[in-house]
């Protein structure tokens, strides 16, 4: 089992930065074992993909809308994976939740389904 705590969320003017980070625990398989991404879900919208990082810490993947402002990071010592967002947008604004995929890596980590375990959220809201 893995308990996964997002927190850094909060209101921004559009322009600013805010760092997230994903905090998880739990007993069993190690967290570097993990790869772990970023969704966002904004009101009467789907839940979407954001930015993943793989269980090696080699490959990262993000979606265009966030290219060049937004950057995930792992420290697997703190067992905690960020996602320092810059350049923030009111479209940026959503809840955004962290999950984990044992030993994933690739495409799959852009789908939803790939990962076991899930964050409750952190609101982000960007104002213009």
């Known amino acids: 089992q893995v308990q996964l705590v997002e927190s850094g969320g909060g209101l921004v003017q559009a322009g600013g930065s805010l760092r997230l980070s994903c905090a998880a625990s739990?007993?069993?398989?190690?967290?570097?074992?993990?790869?772990v991404g970023w969704f966002r879900q904004a009101p009467g919208k789907e839940r979407e993909f954001v930015a993943a990082i793989a269980w090696t810490g080699t490959s990262t993947y993000s979606t265009d809308s966030v290219k060049g402002r937004f950057m995930i990071s792992r420290d697997n010592a703190k067992n905690t994976v960020y996602l320092q967002m810059n350049s923030l947008k009111p479209e940026d604004t959503a809840v955004y939740y962290c999950a984990a995929d044992f030993r994933g890596g690739g495409v799959r980590l852009r789908s939803r389904g790939s990962y076991d375990y899930w964050g409750q959220g952190t609101q982000v809201t960007v104002s213009s």
């Open positions: 739990g007993s069993g398989r190690t967290f570097n074992n993990y790869a």
